[in-house]
């Protein structure tokens, strides 16, 4: 059975923090990983793509990934109340993706 | 709008009607996944298609449920006779090959009376 994992949460940080959310996955042969974004009663958004081991930055955003442990997270820099979603993490092994079932995060101003 | 289309965007049916569900993929997207998604809860697979063939469906319910990917038009996701514990938001989403990320689209909220 493959299985993505998160913690659990709900995650509460303040205005400006580092709020870091992991995940991780059993199928070694997973190639590639994603972070998605889903504000209550929309839809998930994709943020962040990572294919190789090591960081990748976007902006605020940093996607970890170390095939090795089988580990990916995500840390969010300077977090804003805009900030507050559920978090899915996305693992591909190239015949299917599988979603973590999200952390809440909650940014309190 | 290149994006992913479902509708219609909230769907209200009585119990024991047909509910059908409507998916177009992005421009150049041949795959096509279906989700559900009850209140406060993580987004469950149901069926991922191609163009005419059912790839996986084994997060689908056995009964009541179906879909398809014709070669001309949109996907379809199709309940039959709903029951109250249908009442879910219902999320398509799409990718060019298998390992690209998916694109979802804004979902349809199905309310059972």
């Known amino acids: 059975q493959k299985e993505v994992e998160q913690n659990s949460g709900p995650l509460s940080v303040p205005e400006g923090a580092i709020a870091s959310l992991n995940c991780t996955y059993s199928d070694r042969g997973s190639q590639s990983f994603f972070w998605y974004r889903q504000y209550s009663g929309k839809s998930p958004e994709l943020i962040m793509s990572i294919y190789s081991n090591g960081d990748k930055e976007d902006g605020r955003f940093t996607a970890q990934l170390n095939k090795a442990s089988q580990y990916v997270s995500l840390l969010i820099r300077d977090s804003q109340p805009s900030d507050s979603a559920t978090y899915l993490c996305?693992?591909?092994?190239?015949?299917?993706?599988?979603f973590g079932a999200g952390t809440r995060l909650t940014v309190k101003p | 709008n290149a994006g992913v289309m479902q509708n219609p965007r909230h769907l209200v049916r009585r119990r024991g009607q047909e509910a059908r569900l409507r998916c177009s993929p992005m421009k150049g997207h041949s795959h096509v996944y279906w989700y559900r998604q009850l209140p406060e809860e993580g987004l469950k697979f149901m069926v991922y298609l191609q163009k005419e063939n059912i790839i996986d469906e084994s997060g689908m319910p056995k009964e009541r449920f179906s879909a398809e990917f014709p070669k001309e038009g949109p996907s379809i996701l199709r309940i039959q006779q709903v029951v109250r514990g249908d009442s879910a938001a219902y999320f398509c989403?799409?990718?060019?090959?298998?390992?690209?990320?998916?694109?979802f689209g804004d979902g349809t909220r199905l309310s059972i009376l």
């Open positions: 996305a693992v591909n092994g190239g015949d299917d993706m599988r």
């Open positions: 989403a799409s990718t060019g090959q298998g390992t690209q990320p998916q694109h």
